[in-house]
């Protein structure tokens, strides 16, 4: 798709600021869209927005079309009249500077029954909205309410440990499941219509402010998940359901026995047998919440690795073709214009970072996808990519990601000889790094320039989100109200102006 040169934010709404110990889709979600329009910005680049599973992470989600109820707003349900000022109070007492899942969770699933309860005894004024969206989701809806609903029937545990007939989906099973579960299987649905309620008010706001959301697609779905055990055609499973292979990557660097991620993987060819139905359901729901979609781990349309589900690292896999242009070229004539070739094709951005192998640029030259240039990888020398010289138009750049240290962590840690060059290049001396930074890729030819929040705010590693393989800590980092700076958005909007975007 041809794009606007222009910029913007990566923040995840739980960063977001707020009394309720998470970011959420309330008062505070307006807000940042105001102060973001005010920079001139007219991006806001989230993380994926499933529902949250082992680790708390938005990349291990029990769901690909279900939206996150933790970040619903209790604000928000407040004016709703399901809950009450004192429902609300009992939220304050988290912490407002992490989100510390193990205290927030019980606390905001309570909430959340509250308000379930509330419209049980008073149904009327969302009963016909309820009804109307359970009706038109229920593609994946039916399939992933009754997942939940029998997973903590069954006490929380991966769906490969229920009774066999449940596992296994038998027909008399789901059928008797539906009857005792259907209270529980009511209130996941509510959830829910509650969080595409509060979403689809955000997006529409960020649209009247001239706000596009940029989405994330992660190419893998976790195991345990309502995808893999309602379509285990769609994956590689034993006859018991377990995964056969697995995703992950190779030893490289960074890795001497490579990262076994344990994403069951596709069996592609069942999935053209279906024409990539699963595919097209789960791009055009996608592109319902989103305006732009970006494909996490891009490489893996072309090729992915696979690792036997026995093994315990990721040493001996091995490359296996994917489906490529196939997959893309069904998803265009479906869901885009079917011009993708020329430019207007879908909006999508992909994630093409990591071994970048021939197969992988001929897919993204054949549908004019842009790429990902982050500088903080670009000080080894001037041959190397993701330095601004090296850009060209139809990419996108980013200061650094979720995945990668702030760039003052960066900096704090980075080897003398990448320092000494990182100076020389930008001609700077480093105290301002992360503007440094921001000025940089700003000014290059990259249609989209993109920050994490805590580039701008000049935070250092301790505001990192996420780090790779590590267990625990991660997701956690907020905001806080005082960092909605008039002079911060003044500079922004000044670099906006400068740069034209």
């Known amino acids: 798709m041809a794009f606007k040169r222009s910029s913007g934010i990566l923040l995840h709404p739980s960063s977001l600021p707020g009394p309720y110990g998470i970011g959420d889709l309330g008062p505070q979600a307006f807000r940042f869209v105001d102060w973001l329009a005010s920079t001139g910005c007219k991006l806001w680049q989230v993380l994926p ?14 769901s690909a079309f279900a939206g996150n109820p933790y970040l619903l707003s209790p604000d928000e349900l407040l004016a709703d009249g399901l809950l ?15 989100v510390d899942f193990g205290l927030f969770i019980p606390k905001k699933l309570d909430l959340l029954q509250k308000a379930f309860s509330s419209f049980q005894s008073n149904p009327e004024h969302l009963r016909e909205a309820f009804d109307y969206f359970c009706a038109e989701n229920s593609s ?6 009754l997942f939940m609903a029998l997973k903590e029937a069954n006490g929380g545990g991966s769906w490969n440990g229920w009774p066999e007939a449940q596992r296994s989906r038998k027909k008399a099973a789901l059928s008797k499941a539906r009857k005792e579960l259907s209270e529980s299987i009511q209130r996941y649905s509510f959830y829910q219509f509650l969080f595409f309620r509060q979403w689809n008010k955000i997006r529409a706001y960020a649209r009247e402010r001239g706000i596009q959301i940029i989405g994330d697609i992660p190419i893998f779905v976790a195991y345990d998940s309502a995808d893999v055990w309602s379509h285990p055609e769609l994956f590689f499973l034993d006859k018991d359901g377990n995964p056969t292979v697995v995703a992950g990557v190779p030893p490289d660097g960074f890795s001497a026995t490579g990262q076994l ?11 053209k047998k279906e024409n990539y139905a699963w595919w097209l359901t789960r791009v055009r729901a996608s592109l319902q919440l989103m305006d732009i979609l970006r494909f996490d781990h891009f490489r893996g349309f072309a090729g992915y690795y696979e690792i036997p589900a026995s093994h315990t690292t990721a040493e001996n896999g091995r490359w296996v073709t994917g489906p490529g242009k196939d997959l893309f070229r069904v998803v265009d004539k479906y869901l885009g214009d079917g011009l993708i070739t020329h430019g207007t094709g879908l909006p999508v951005i992909a994630e ?16 004019e996808l842009p790429g990902m240039k982050v500088l903080q990888f670009g000080f080894s020398g001037p041959d190397n990519l993701f330095l ?20 003052f962590g960066w900096y704090a840690n980075a080897p003398q000889h990448e320092l000494e060059f990182a100076h020389r290049y930008l001609g700077v001396d480093g105290h301002d790094f992360a503007w440094d930074l921001i000025r940089a890729v700003w000014k290059s030819v990259a249609v989209f320039a993109i920050t994490p929040l805590q580039d701008v705010l000049g935070l250092g590693g301790e505001a990192r989100m996420n780090f790779p393989s590590k267990l625990g800590g991660n997701w956690e980092w907020r905001m806080t109200d005082q960092d909605f700076r008039e002079d911060l958005a003044a500079g922004l909007r000044d670099l906006n102006w400068l740069t034209n975007r």
């Open 140 to 145: 994946w809806l039916d399939d992933f309410a």
């Open 84 to 98: 009450t000022q004192s429902d609300l109070d009992e939220m304050k007492d988290l912490p407002a500077s992490r």
């Open 352 to 367: 093409d970072l990591g071994l970048v192998t021939p197969d992988v640029i001929e897919l993204l030259n054949a549908f």
């Open 388 to 407: 601004p010289h090296n850009y060209v138009p139809n990419c996108v750049a980013y200061t650094g990601t979720h995945d990668n240290d702030t760039a």
């Open 49 to 62: 927005l499933g529902p949250t599973g082992y680790g708390d992470s938005p990349y291990q989600c029990f």
């Open 261 to 271: 991620w344990g994403n069951p993987l596709y069996d592609w060819e069942a999935h």
